[in-house]
């Protein structure tokens, strides 16, 4: 069937990381931290800290586990509460955890191809979307604003807005549905082979791997799932949707 929309990932595919993880997320906390105190809030730092980082860890493996996604909001409130703090904390948890992202949000860039690509595609009357997991919704329209990705994708859905992720079918759905098209016509592209493609292949669709800066927990799904293509680098996918129409799109 004939191709008519695209859905993509975000990080890894649209956008690559230029930075350390470990310092983004060690001054990230440290921003946080900072942020309440600036606001008089008296904490154990030490304790809220330790807690935090834990909390996310542990958010981390229950969405794994589980697919539903726990957002980082969900573990500073949890992080909080443990730390005993004071109830005028909780009401800045949403500034916060923006303050959090920051240093992340810094690090992330648009691959120099992805504007031309979406450009491109969204020119020649395509569909174009974004499914993201992540465990923060306005980090991710942040993100698309700033990386100016905006104009050519709608809509742009993240697991912590939708509160479930990918591989399940839910959340495809809701684009296909948005779309009202059926899944043979979209194309899921992505950087993992347990999320992206498999999640493609749970809803009906072909996904296509990109490996550009694909992670290296792909190693360990490489025998049981199969991307229907893969390519190296996003200048390669309009020839790949082309190869695959049946018909012109209209």
């Known amino acids: 069937m004939t191709v008519r929309g695209v859905i993509f990932d975000l990080g890894s595919t649209l956008m690559y990381f230029d930075a350390d993880w470990e310092d983004v997320v060690s001054r990230g906390v440290a921003d946080t931290l900072a942020f ?24 981390r493996e229950i969405a794994h586990r589980t697919q539903r996604e726990v957002t980082c909001t969900d573990s500073l409130r949890a992080a909080l509460e443990k730390v005993e703090a004071p109830p005028e904390a909780f009401p800045l948890v949403a500034e916060a955890v923006r303050v959090y992202f920051g240093p992340e949000e810094a690090a992330w860039k648009a691959y120099p191809d992805a504007k031309t690509v979406l450009k491109g595609l969204f020119a020649q009357g395509y569909r174009l979307g974004l499914l993201s997991n992540a465990t923060d919704d306005p980090f991710v329209q942040r993100l698309v604003n700033r990386l100016e990705l905006r104009a050519w994708l709608s809509p742009t859905f993240s697991s912590a807005g939708l509160g479930f992720r990918k591989p399940l079918r839910e959340p495809f759905g809701l684009i296909l549905s948005r779309w009202n098209l059926p899944p043979e016509a979209v194309i899921m592209v992505g950087d993992t082979l347990n999320a992206d493609i498999l999640g493609a292949h749970n809803t009906g669709m072909r ?29 390669e996918l309009p020839s790949l949707i082309e190869s695959w129409q049946d018909r012109r799109v209209v």
Do not use: C, H, M, Y
Request: without cysteine; negative net charge; aromatic residues 8%.
């Open 207 to 235: 996904g296509v791997l990109l490996t550009a800066d694909e992670p290296p927990w792909n190693d360990q799904d490489r025998e049981t799932i199969f991307p229907d293509a893969t390519i190296p680098a996003l200048t």
């Open 36 to 59: 309440f105190r600036s606001k008089r809030v008296k904490l154990d730092e030490g304790a809220l800290a330790g807690t935090f980082v834990a909390e996310r860890q542990a958010g």
